[in-house]
């Protein structure tokens, strides 16, 4: 069995020879402002971390306050590790959806910028796949009287935001912060 071979059933699997670890996948969402969004998917079973960053910009290693000029590009996301045998992608969707109003252009309530713009980075062709059917599926249903402005691009360079950004929330003793 070749090595490429090996490793997607190894993926099917779940675990890496001889590795007792389950092998997880990674998930990138931008719904807005990140500190709510990290916390909703914290909430998951199966999802192993989470991290509010940046991504989709032009700026190496940007900070909050070179994201906040609106001017590298980024948008405030959360990575999400994630145990595929525990959650599916399909289920980090429907959260993801359920986060924001996907039918707003660079906003979500009061916070205007492009770093609050919906947007799904695919980081395999089959998240690319999922992500264009869920919308396609959203946007049919008739949830919204808008049109689902969400991007779905390649994953990118993700930036790990700074800790104090990291379980905002929860270090402060708050659940969400729905507008």
């Known amino acids: 069995m070749g090595t490429s071979a090996l490793r997607r ?8 020879e001889g590795d007792n670890e389950p092998m997880t996948e990674k998930a990138t969402f931008g719904a807005g402002c990140f500190w709510g969004v990290e916390a909703a998917f914290r909430d998951i ?13 032009h700026t190496q290693n940007p ?6 000029t609106d001017r590298t590009g980024h948008a ?5 590790e994630y145990d595929p045998t ?16 996907p ?10 910028g492009t770093q609050y713009r ?11 796949q999922a992500a264009r059917a869920s919308k396609a599926k ?19 360079n993700f930036y790990r935001a700074e800790e104090y950004h990291q379980q905002y929330l929860a270090k402060r003793g708050l659940r969400h912060c729905r507008i």
């Open 9 to 16: 059933r190894q993926l099917r699997v779940g675990f890496l």
């Open 45 to 57: 079973e199966g999802v192993v971390d989470a991290a509010a960053g940046y991504e989709g910009g």
């Open 63 to 68: 900070t909050y306050k070179d994201v906040c």
């Open 76 to 80: 405030e996301v959360v990575q999400i």
């Open 86 to 101: 525990k959650v599916s992608y399909d289920k980090l969707l429907d959260v993801f959806w359920n986060e924001h109003d």
């Open 103 to 112: 039918t707003q252009v660079n906003r979500q309530g009061p916070d205007v």
């Open 118 to 128: 919906s947007v799904i980075f695919y980081h395999t062709p089959e998240q690319e």
């Open 138 to 156: 959203l946007e049919a249903s008739g949830r919204f009287k808008r049109s689902i402005a969400t991007a779905i691009e390649p994953a990118q």
